[in-house]
């Protein structure tokens, strides 16, 4: 497939590992199914957990009977929420947004009532999954049906139904800050807003403005792996947990915080992950495996079907958006006003805090107010996917800079670049700019062939789109073991979901001027590695890499001083050059790397050296596309022509990891544009369940996606890179509906762009019922 990698101002390539195609250490064990998932664990004794889920979308619990579940032969244990520890501490603190573990109970086996259908109520382990299954149908549950709230309209009524009766508005200016309690109760639960200078004065400046609403709605990650989870107890009290998710400390954290026991009698192991996206950063099995295990005795493994994953835990928020934007006739945007709505379902922590910060953030805007609502409903609790929020921010931002742009007479990529931000250009929240690619990638795609190529056909259209993103990073940890034959172990407690394990490595063997062969990389259970923040946010290459290059000099240091010991010399008459140490004063004493790994044993021991990282800030990350499609008038149908996709990299670890993540990015965004939805019925049930009625893209959906990666340097790492795996889902949302406009003559306005909605938005057209909303100063 085509693929360009550009750097600024075409600078060389400074690396003799970095940016090159290793093979990726963990292929072998995946393509051979030696690779170990959750599914795999089988135990002696081991029982087999299911899990009773409620059939109303809003109800009290008054009373739940398991004496008859508990009484069939083959069951060894029945759990409810009250066999948590945690439930008799007071109830949940919705100022705290993060690690709240009374929120995450909550979710994990609903208390005193039930907020979406498919909440989990109660759970049994038995000797077989048809056992557990049928004891389930003998729980006796009591439910007193309560009005609800399907959809963040319905919730932000002035009449409507509370859900969390002691919850109250908090009024934010960052996006995880506690927030000044209004005291108002409502089922809006953060109100978080950016302003700068005055947006009314702005817009009276303005020549044209465009104002317009957007709709999308939920959807899932499209993880092809359910959620698993085995647990055991050992007679020292301690438990462990082998599970699928993306940060075995987080389940760590929230597992002994629920079962009522000291984080460090409890052992959390990482397996192998089929997928996660976001949707495997929290918990909804370990609690409840692990209380299971601890009344039966026996370890207790979970396995949700594929409809549990849809109906049990959290898709992407359903989101409610208003533009408006205004500029002058010479292409200046003088204000931008941005109104975000999203569903945080069940419990507060929608990811409306990244749209309202990122949705604005490639423009230079003098006067902005952004105004973004964390809405509860009943539906399952919303959780972030792939650049949270982003997505869907983009798509009312850069729909509306398109039309802004036609209606200007611009090029649409001319009027982007005149308005684009630089270094110490401020973000909607006032926070400077940091330096990226955004002037960079923006005239790449201006320059590239495929923006100016020509369409060959009648409702065929061309759309582009910029996305930003923002990452603030955490902590990370590794250890290096050298080996007597030069090989370095790393190991690292960063679960690998994107091909962080060689990325890591090729920075270590960067710093130590060694080969990727020559590390082996492992991810470790929570004993055996210091604190490790979960996978996400674009962070681990970045993050774990800063613990691992930290690693490898303290080891560089280390045989440093090994050598200076053999030839009787100061450390400082050692020096290490491309897996060589040499001394400066007798340069004929030279020991390579091997070499001198063989001698350990003889001058002191092992080396082994562990570090771990504090993020410096991942900081600015962004991406672009260029589409084309073709829209069938007769029915509505979506064919994608041509894609390419651009990509500020900071600088390309391993190009094809790279490449890989900015496709799949791409092909999810497309899917989200175009087919995927959570479809519910008037009472709250999930109608389309399972990947048959869910339509994710397939190979025949899409064509070969063409790769622009750009090398920004960023000054926040050593080696200059940036998170790649989030910001390629950005931009196609808004890119698709672009492409759309420009095939056909139609604004959508709507998620997804299925066939029926391209159809409606035609009908409207020639019926002259839509109208732009469009004011000329």
Same mark, same amino acid.
């Given at each position: 497939?085509?693929?360009?990698?550009?750097?600024?101002?075409?600078?060389?390539?400074?690396?003799r590992?970095?940016?090159?195609?290793?093979?990726?250490?963990?292929?072998?064990?995946?393509?051979?199914?030696?690779?170990?998932?959750?599914?795999?664990?089988?135990?002696?004794?081991?029982?087999?957990?299911?899990?009773?889920?409620?059939?109303?979308?809003?109800?009290?619990?008054?009373?739940?009977?398991?004496?008859?579940?508990?009484?069939?032969?083959?069951?060894?244990?029945?759990?409810?929420?009250?066999?948590?520890?945690?439930?008799?501490?007071?109830?949940?603190?919705?100022?705290?947004?993060?690690?709240?573990a009374?929120?995450?109970?909550?979710?994990?086996?609903?208390?005193?009532?039930?907020?979406?259908?498919?909440?989990?109520?109660?759970?049994?382990?038995?000797?077989?999954?048809?056992i557990?299954?049928?004891?389930?149908?003998?729980?006796?549950?009591?439910?007193?049906?309560?009005?609800?709230v399907?959809?963040?309209?319905?919730?932000?009524?002035?009449?409507?139904?509370?859900?969390?009766?002691?919850?109250?508005?908090?009024?934010?200016?960052?996006?995880?800050?506690?927030?000044?309690?209004?005291?108002?109760?409502?089922?809006?639960?953060?109100?978080?807003?950016?302003?700068?200078?005055?947006?009314?004065?702005?817009f009276?400046?303005?020549?044209v403005?465009?104002?317009?609403?957007?709709?999308?709605?939920?959807?899932?990650?499209?993880?092809?792996?359910?959620?698993?989870t085995?647990?055991?107890?050992?007679?020292?009290?301690?438990?462990?947990?082998?599970?699928?998710?993306?940060?075995?400390?987080?389940?760590?954290?929230?597992?002994?915080?629920?079962?009522?026991?000291?984080?460090?009698?409890?052992?959390?192991?990482?397996?192998?992950?089929?997928?996660?996206?976001?949707?495997?950063?929290?918990?909804?099995?370990?609690?409840?495996?692990?209380?299971?295990?601890?009344?039966?005795?026996?370890?207790?493994?979970?396995?949700?079907?594929?409809?549990e994953?849809?109906?049990?835990?959290?898709?992407?928020?359903?989101?409610?958006m208003?533009t408006?934007?205004?500029?002058?006739?010479?292409?200046t945007?003088?204000?931008?006003?941005?109104?975000?709505?999203?569903?945080?379902?069940?419990?507060?922590g929608?990811?409306?805090?990244?749209?309202?910060?990122?949705?604005?953030?490639?423009?230079?805007?003098?006067?902005?107010?952004?105004?973004?609502?964390?809405?509860?409903?009943?539906?399952?609790?919303?959780?972030?996917?792939?650049?949270?929020?982003?997505?869907?921010?983009?798509?009312?931002?850069?729909?509306?800079i398109?039309?802004?742009?036609?209606?200007?007479?611009?090029?649409?990529?001319?009027?982007?670049?005149?308005?684009?931000?630089?270094?110490?250009?401020?973000?909607?929240?006032?926070?400077?700019?940091?330096?990226?690619?955004?002037?960079?990638?923006e005239?790449?795609?201006?320059?590239?062939?495929h923006?100016?190529?020509?369409?060959?056909?009648?409702?065929?259209?061309?759309?582009?789109?910029?996305?930003?993103?923002?990452?603030?990073?955490?902590?990370?940890?590794?250890?290096?073991?050298?080996?007597?034959?030069?090989?370095?172990?790393?190991?690292?407690?960063?679960?690998?979901?994107?091909g962080?394990?060689?990325?890591?490595?090729?920075?270590v063997?960067?710093?130590?001027?060694?080969?990727?062969?020559?590390?082996?990389?492992?991810?470790?259970?929570t004993d055996?590695?210091?604190?490790?923040?979960?996978?996400?946010?674009?962070?681990?290459?970045?993050?774990?890499?800063?613990?691992?290059?930290?690693?490898?000099?303290?080891?560089?240091?280390?045989?440093?001083?090994?050598?200076?010991?053999?030839?009787?010399?100061?450390?400082?008459?050692?020096?290490?050059?491309?897996?060589?140490?040499?001394?400066?004063?007798?340069?004929?004493?030279?020991?390579?790397?091997?070499?001198?790994?063989?001698?350990l044993?003889?001058?002191?021991?092992?080396?082994?050296?562990?570090?771990?990282?504090?993020? #410096?800030?991942?900081?600015p990350?962004? &991406?672009?596309?260029?589409?084309d =499609? /073709?829209?069938?008038?007769?029915? $509505?149908? *979506? !064919?994608?022509?041509?894609?390419? #996709?651009?990509?500020?990299?900071?600088? &390309?670890?391993?190009?094809?990891? =790279? /490449?890989?993540?900015?496709?799949? $990015?791409? *092909? !999810?965004?497309?899917?989200?544009?175009l087919?995927?939805?959570?479809?519910?019925?008037?009472?709250?049930?999930?109608?389309?369940?399972s990947?048959?009625?869910?339509?994710?893209?397939?190979?025949?959906?899409?064509?070969?996606?063409?790769?622009?990666?750009?090398?920004?340097?960023?000054?926040?790492?050593?080696?200059?890179?940036?998170?790649?795996?989030?910001?390629?889902?950005?931009?196609?949302?808004?890119?698709?509906?672009?492409?759309?406009?420009?095939?056909?003559?139609?604004?959508m306005?709507?998620?997804?762009?299925?066939?029926g909605?391209?159809?409606?938005?035609?009908?409207?057209?020639?019926?002259n019922?839509?109208?732009?909303e469009l004011?000329?100063?």
């Amino acid at each position: 497939m085509p693929t360009t990698t550009q750097r600024e101002h075409d600078r060389p390539r400074a690396y003799r590992v970095l940016g090159t195609r290793p093979i990726r250490h963990d292929g072998v064990d995946k393509v051979t199914g030696a690779a170990r998932y959750g599914a795999d664990i089988q135990l002696p004794g081991m029982l087999h957990g299911r899990i009773l889920r409620s059939p109303h979308a809003h109800a009290r619990i008054r009373s739940i009977n398991t004496s008859k579940a508990a009484a069939l032969p083959g069951v060894r244990a029945v759990v409810t929420a009250a066999d948590f520890p945690i439930m008799a501490q007071s109830g949940i603190d919705f100022a705290q947004l993060q690690g709240n573990a009374r929120m995450i109970a909550e979710n994990v086996l609903a208390w005193d009532k039930v907020f979406y259908k498919g909440h989990a109520v109660a759970a049994v382990a038995a000797t077989d999954r048809h056992i557990a299954e049928e004891a389930l149908q003998l729980i006796e549950v009591d439910y007193e049906i309560l009005p609800m709230v399907l959809t963040l309209h319905d919730a932000m009524q002035p009449d409507a139904p509370l859900l969390h009766e002691d919850m109250t508005t908090r009024f934010r200016v960052e996006r995880f800050a506690r927030g000044d309690d209004t005291g108002v109760k409502s089922n809006v639960a953060g109100h978080i807003q950016h302003q700068r200078g005055d947006v009314e004065a702005g817009f009276r400046q303005a020549d044209v403005i465009v104002e317009r609403e957007f709709t999308t709605q939920s959807v899932h990650h499209g993880y092809i792996e359910p959620h698993v989870t085995t647990a055991s107890w050992s007679t020292d009290g301690h438990v462990t947990i082998w599970t699928s998710t993306q940060g075995a400390f987080a389940i760590r954290s929230s597992t002994a915080a629920i079962v009522g026991i000291p984080e460090s009698q409890v052992k959390v192991i990482p397996m192998e992950i089929g997928g996660g996206f976001g949707g495997k950063a929290v918990t909804y099995l370990d609690p409840v495996a692990a209380m299971l295990a601890k009344k039966s005795g026996r370890p207790v493994k979970i396995v949700m079907t594929r409809q549990e994953v849809f109906e049990g835990t959290g898709p992407s928020s359903a989101t409610h958006m208003r533009t408006k934007i205004g500029a002058t006739k010479d292409g200046t945007i003088t204000a931008a006003q941005l109104y975000l709505a999203f569903e945080a379902g069940a419990f507060p922590g929608s990811p409306v805090g990244g749209g309202a910060l990122t949705g604005l953030g490639p423009y230079k805007i003098e006067h902005l107010l952004v105004d973004g609502y964390d809405v509860v409903c009943n539906k399952q609790k919303a959780q972030g996917y792939r650049a949270p929020g982003q997505s869907q921010a983009t798509l009312a931002v850069e729909t509306v800079i398109d039309e802004l742009a036609e209606r200007l007479g611009m090029d649409p990529m001319e009027f982007r670049l005149r308005n684009a931000v630089q270094a110490g250009d401020l973000m909607p929240n006032g926070a400077p700019h940091a330096p990226f690619g955004c002037r960079e990638l923006e005239a790449a795609m201006l320059a590239h062939p495929h923006y100016d190529a020509p369409l060959t056909g009648p409702h065929q259209g061309r759309g582009l789109a910029v996305g930003f993103r923002w990452q603030g990073g955490q902590s990370s940890s590794a250890t290096i073991h050298v080996n007597s034959n030069g090989t370095l172990n790393l190991i690292t407690g960063s679960v690998d979901i994107g091909g962080t394990r060689t990325a890591v490595a090729m920075q270590v063997a960067e710093v130590l001027g060694l080969q990727p062969e020559a590390i082996v990389p492992t991810v470790v259970d929570t004993d055996t590695i210091g604190y490790t923040a979960t996978t996400g946010g674009s962070r681990i290459a970045f993050d774990t890499g800063l613990a691992a290059i930290a690693a490898a000099e303290e080891v560089r240091k280390q045989m440093a001083a090994r050598a200076a010991l053999l030839w009787g010399k100061p450390v400082e008459d050692v020096v290490y050059n491309d897996d060589v140490f040499t001394c400066t004063t007798h340069p004929a004493e030279r020991l390579s790397f091997q070499e001198l790994a063989g001698k350990l044993m003889s001058t002191g021991g092992a080396v082994t050296c562990s570090a771990s990282a504090h993020s #410096t800030g991942v900081g600015p990350i962004f &991406a672009g596309n260029i589409v084309d =499609v /073709e829209v069938d008038p007769e029915t $509505g149908k *979506v !064919q994608i022509l041509r894609y390419t #996709t651009f990509l500020d990299a900071g600088l &390309a670890v391993h190009p094809a990891y =790279v /490449e890989g993540q900015m496709q799949g $990015g791409t *092909v !999810q965004g497309i899917g989200w544009a175009l087919n995927e939805e959570y479809f519910f019925t008037a009472d709250g049930t999930l109608a389309n369940g399972s990947f048959l009625d869910y339509r994710m893209p397939t190979s025949l959906d899409v064509p070969m996606i063409d790769t622009v990666i750009l090398e920004v340097p960023n000054p926040r790492h050593p080696f200059g890179l940036r998170g790649v795996g989030e910001a390629p889902i950005i931009p196609p949302l808004a890119a698709v509906a672009n492409a759309i406009y420009q095939a056909v003559g139609v604004r959508m306005d709507r998620l997804p762009m299925s066939p029926g909605a391209i159809l409606a938005a035609l009908q409207k057209k020639q019926t002259n019922t839509t109208t732009p909303e469009l004011h000329h100063g």
